[in-house]
């Protein structure tokens, strides 16, 4: 009987064991997840040129932009991640040289660098256009917009 105590303490200990690793790691991969959201939400200081330089390729004709406005970046939920994102307001001609008016895109930046655009008709999934929209409108509605004189300066 003796053994069977023995077995049963020893398997007790190293389940002890094994849970006190598992929260040394899960405190460490919190602490890791801490530092890289820190690295990500670095504040984009060159945020305007940036803009501009992703804007030459995001418009089909960069030449004709005109009445731009920007918002100064702040830190936005996206999904499950909180980075700087800044609204860009702005009239452009589409690809069939017809003038799109009052295009809002979000413009979200990673590390302190430009990332990616997000446009409330972006998605062909309905809930996540519904989602997108949300918080485009959410967050742009509300901004306090700058002339943006650079974008509209843009050449082909």
Same mark, same amino acid.
């Given at each position: 009987?003796? +053994? @069977?105590?023995?077995?049963?303490?020893?398997?007790?200990a190293i389940a002890g064991f094994v849970a006190?690793?598992? +929260?040394?790691?899960?405190?460490?991969?919190?602490?890791?997840?801490?530092?890289?959201?820190?690295? !990500?939400?670095? %504040?984009?200081?060159? %945020?305007?040129a940036d803009l501009v330089a992703a804007m030459?390729?995001? @418009?089909?004709?960069?030449?004709? *932009?005109?009445?731009?406005? =920007?918002?100064?970046?702040?830190?936005?939920?996206?999904?499950?991640?909180?980075?700087?994102?800044?609204? =860009?307001? $702005?009239?452009?001609?589409? +690809?069939?040289?017809?003038?799109?008016?009052?295009? *809002? *895109?979000?413009?979200?930046?990673?590390?302190?660098? $430009?990332?990616? $655009?997000?446009?409330?008709?972006?998605?062909?999934?309905?809930?996540?256009?519904?989602?997108?929209? !949300?918080? =485009?409108?959410?967050?742009?509605?509300?901004?306090? %917009?700058?002339? $943006?004189?650079?974008?509209?300066?843009?050449?082909r």
């Amino acid at each position: 009987m003796t +053994g @069977v105590w023995r077995r049963l303490r020893g398997v007790i200990a190293i389940a002890g064991f094994v849970a006190a690793l598992a +929260g040394c790691a899960s405190d460490r991969t919190g602490e890791e997840r801490l530092e890289r959201e820190e690295r !990500a939400n670095v %504040y984009p200081g060159n %945020y305007r040129a940036d803009l501009v330089a992703a804007m030459r390729t995001y @418009v089909s004709d960069p030449a004709g *932009v005109r009445d731009a406005w =920007v918002a100064e970046p702040m830190i936005t939920q996206i999904g499950r991640q909180k980075r700087y994102a800044a609204c =860009v307001r $702005f009239n452009a001609r589409n +690809g069939n040289g017809r003038s799109a008016e009052g295009r *809002v *895109v979000l413009a979200v930046f990673s590390a302190g660098r $430009f990332d990616q $655009f997000i446009e409330a008709s972006a998605s062909d999934d309905p809930a996540n256009q519904e989602t997108l929209s !949300a918080l =485009v409108k959410g967050r742009c509605d509300a901004a306090e %917009y700058k002339r $943006f004189p650079e974008l509209e300066a843009m050449k082909r």
